[in-house]
């Protein structure tokens, strides 16, 4: 006989049998108990939570002989011919590859018809949301009345897409999707009640169920596919997490911890260990927004978020320690950046790349604009004063790295005796440049906002090769002219306009007046400015 897979071969036989979805199963049992059976269904909910389950249990149980508290009793040749799928009476029509108009009459002119035995012919159109609106409309009518002997029962995974002079017809369910805890007991209690006894680790069949993210089906395809890849052995939480391409969340714990000293080198060195090891890298991204999630319960929740975390306790004691180290707004800031990538990386084709640049976001929050990143900005100067304020304290400063928070020394031009070598003055000003710097508050005063409000601050110089140098402040007057390139060419075109020819420019930013007057030569100083009164 060949095999059949779990989720098919567990499917629920009796309402009793059913998780997570009480309310719908109790009002269905007490509908047949009473015989107030409806004619039309419509069972809304996510993939996997039991919507085709409980339709055919329904179907069982309405033409059942002997029902037994509203639940089908599995022995009448009604219900054997059900299970089986050989019952003229359960008609089941998948609404994905039938959904024209000519399907829709089929089953019509087929309603006209009587079953030959049982009481009901039940008609299951699952994925109805993919009917054609020529195919809604035929099926208008029949669904408003009727005949006597006939039940519809639609099933949609996207209800939004359901016409409301269909949902005005039907008596509409919503199934819920189910917790960790109903999908564990289910999977233990099938798996007792067929008399198999797979050697599964505890802590392994949790993070299927966990996995399966609320979806019954989902936990037994996974089950399935970690006995058949460990065949005869025990399965253990590691080779659950080789086989999903799952990552330990000591790994998780690893790389908050290097997000959180600002560790680039240790972020992307921890990644290539990951990538490595062949794990599924927007499961990666999925995984660690929730232990950030958890993270964030911690922070701000205590003790009284123990049950909505469901982890280990030994997990716990090392969120909490890592709750006791981390911002709340830090913590808000990377879901936020790693919720934003598991809804690009899915069609990425470069998923490593797109991770690497949100780490180091994480670990630079001075490259992000957005204002949940401005008091990590703050924090990270206010440390780079005290490591300042030390250094001189203990007369070390000249000791102090880039990643103390001080600037790199040869990148800006600090001689080994620690001055900085300005620029010698130029012997002669191009005619362009001369006439810009002259005029540069008439060319302010005809800029745009908000081009005026950045130049504002802004201090002009020459490089080498001649060419007009835009010193800005660093921040945002430095970002509004690197992050978007059409406002630099808008700024060139202005000057070049003034000048009467091409003008050239390069921007750049100072952390500090004194940076610009030991590191820039100022042009103001060369050439007189002229007077311009600007507008209030």
Not at 148 to 153: E, G, H, L, P, Q
Not at 381 to 400: F, P
Request: aromatic share 6%.
């Amino acid at each position: 006989m060949s095999y059949t897979a779990m989720y098919r071969r567990f499917r629920p036989s009796r309402f009793e049998e059913v998780k997570g979805q009480d309310a719908i199963v109790t009002t269905l049992k007490n509908q047949i108990k009473a015989d107030r059976i409806g004619h039309a269904y419509l069972f809304c909910g996510t993939r996997g939570t039991g919507k085709t389950s409980i339709a055919k249990l329904f179907a069982k149980s309405v033409n059942c002989e002997h029902p037994v508290d509203g639940s089908p009793c599995m022995e009448c040749s009604s219900c054997r011919a059900i299970a089986a799928g050989a019952s003229m009476n359960v008609i089941e029509i998948d609404a994905a590859s039938n959904n024209g108009v000519d399907n829709i009459r089929e089953i019509v002119d087929e309603v006209s018809y009587s079953p030959t035995e049982g009481k009901y012919k039940v008609y299951i159109i699952d994925e109805v949301h993919m009917l054609s609106a020529g195919a809604f409309n035929a099926l208008l009518k029949t669904l408003e009345e009727p005949p006597s002997y006939v039940i519809f029962i639609l099933a949609t995974t996207e209800v939004n897409k359901i016409p409301v002079t269909i949902l005005s017809r039907c008596q509409r369910y919503d199934f819920k999707r189910l917790t960790v805890e109903q999908i564990e007991e289910r999977m233990r209690e099938a798996l007792q009640q067929a008399g198999e006894k797979p050697d599964i680790e505890d802590r392994a069949l949790r993070f299927i169920a966990k996995s399966a993210d609320g979806a019954m089906r989902d936990a037994w395809s996974l089950l399935d596919q970690c006995l058949a890849f460990h065949f005869g052995e025990t399965l253990t939480y590691d080779k659950v997490l080789d086989v999903l391409g799952a990552v330990d969340t000591e790994v998780f714990s690893r790389m908050l911890r290097f997000v959180l000293k600002q560790d680039v080198p240790g972020c992307i060195g921890l990644l290539e260990e990951i990538v490595m090891q062949g794990r599924d890298l927007s499961q990666f991204v999925t995984d660690f927004t929730w232990y950030l999630r958890n993270l964030l319960l911690v922070k701000t929740s205590g003790e009284d978020c123990e049950e909505a975390i469901d982890i280990s306790s030994e997990n716990l004691a090392r969120l909490k320690e890592e709750a006791s180290i981390a911002q709340t707004d830090a913590i808000m800031r990377y879901i936020r950046s790693f919720s934003e990538l598991s809804g690009r990386i899915r069609y990425a084709g470069q998923k490593r790349i797109l991770i690497e640049m949100a780490l180091i976001r994480l670990c630079r929050p001075q490259m992000e604009t957005k204002e949940d990143a401005l008091l990590e900005r703050i924090r990270s100067l206010e440390r780079t004063v005290e490591n300042i304020q030390t250094a001189v304290n203990t007369g070390s400063l000249l000791a102090l790295s880039p990643a103390d928070g001080m600037p790199d020394a040869k990148a800006n031009g600090v001689s080994g005796s620690g001055t900085k070598k300005k620029p010698a003055l130029p012997q002669a000003v191009p005619e362009d440049i001369s006439r810009i710097v002259a005029g540069w508050k008439t060319i302010l005063a005809g800029a745009g906002q908000p081009m005026k409000t950045y130049l504002k601050g802004a201090r002009l110089s020459l490089d080498g090769d001649n060419r007009l140098l835009i010193v800005l402040e660093e921040g945002l007057p430095a970002e509004y002219f690197s992050r978007d390139p059409q406002n630099r060419e808008q700024l060139e075109a202005m000057l070049s306009e003034f000048a009467g020819k091409t003008v050239e420019t390069e921007i750049r930013s100072v952390k500090s007046e004194s940076e610009f007057e030991s590191s820039y030569v100022d042009l103001s100083q060369v050439i007189h400015m002229d007077i311009e009164e600007e507008d209030a």
